[in-house]
């Protein structure tokens, strides 16, 4: 009964290593768009009065407000002015206070499919920054051809 057992096993686990698949599929389109289609920053900081179990301070993190963005395609460049929201909870005006774009965290959306690295310096995107000057994105398609380099500058209002 083991080696029935065993024999059965073999076989189910050999029928799932092999694919019937082999033609048929539909094509898929390869984009070759290579654009920064959104960009949007935000502040992190320590919120004291939370702790983790190891004692730490939770992170908390505000939204700027963006109040414009001028993408010019031609030039490669997005024109940023975000604002700083007002105080409010653990977002204290002290915080607020603290809040300049050398340490902000930066996230954009691009193309479909398309890949995002910082050049030059530039911050990573998702981490703690310096926005303080501009930066550049190299942005390539998913084609893997099209490759176009970002400029982004951004003024903070408070």
Partial sequence: M???MQLISMMILSACMFSCLDAGLDELPVYTEADIVDFRFEYRYDNPDKT???GSNAVEFIRLTTESQVFDSEKLTVALTV???EAS???TENERAKV???GLVGYSYISTAALITPVDGAPRLGMPGDFSSPVNYRVTAADGKTVKTWTVQAVLVK
């Fill in 2 to 4: 083991k080696k029935i």
């Fill in 100 to 102: 300049s774009l050398s």
């Fill in 89 to 91: 909870g653990t977002f």
């Fill in 52 to 54: 983790w179990m190891d």
């Fill in 83 to 85: 604002r700083v929201p």
